[in-house]
């Protein structure tokens, strides 16, 4: 069983950063792929970036590419979502999830991953 822990939301103004982190635990976590999606009120939970157990795949929501940055350290055991330029659009709930068997064409799909973090809200204001 694996356990994520996401931290690092907060209330920022637009242009500003944030650096959110998926802190996990239990199982093999370096072995996970692992990606980020966020749900904003009245909407569907949508995908923003998402990375392969060894980095070799990282793929980016067409609205947020250029200005979020994933990366791992498994080390850490830890995934961080870098994101800058942060815009009103992108207030939500962000969640970060982990699958061990996902295939590469479903890496975007919130349905291909088994283990999810409860969340941390995100705020941008104008």
């Known amino acids: 069983q694996v356990q994520l822990v996401e931290s690092g939301g907060g209330l920022v103004q637009a242009g500003d950063s944030l650096r959110l982190s998926c802190a996990a635990s239990g199982g093999t976590v370096s072995s996970a792929h692992v990606g980020w999606f966020r749900q904003a009120p009245g909407k569907e939970r949508e995908f923003v970036a998402t990375?392969?157990?060894?980095?070799?795949?990282?793929y980016y929501a067409d609205s947020v590419k250029g200005r979020f940055t994933i990366s791992r350290d498994n080390a850490k055991k830890t995934v961080y979502l870098q994101m800058k330029g942060l815009k009103p659009e992108d207030t939500a709930v962000y969640y970060c999830?982990?699958?061990?068997?996902?295939?590469?064409?479903?890496?975007?799909?919130?349905?291909?991953?088994?283990?999810w973090g409860q969340g941390t809200q995100v705020t941008v204001s104008s």
């Open positions: 999830a982990a699958d061990f068997t996902i295939s590469r064409a479903a890496l975007r799909s919130a349905g291909g991953y088994d283990y």
């Open positions: 990375i392969s157990w060894n980095g070799v795949y990282i």
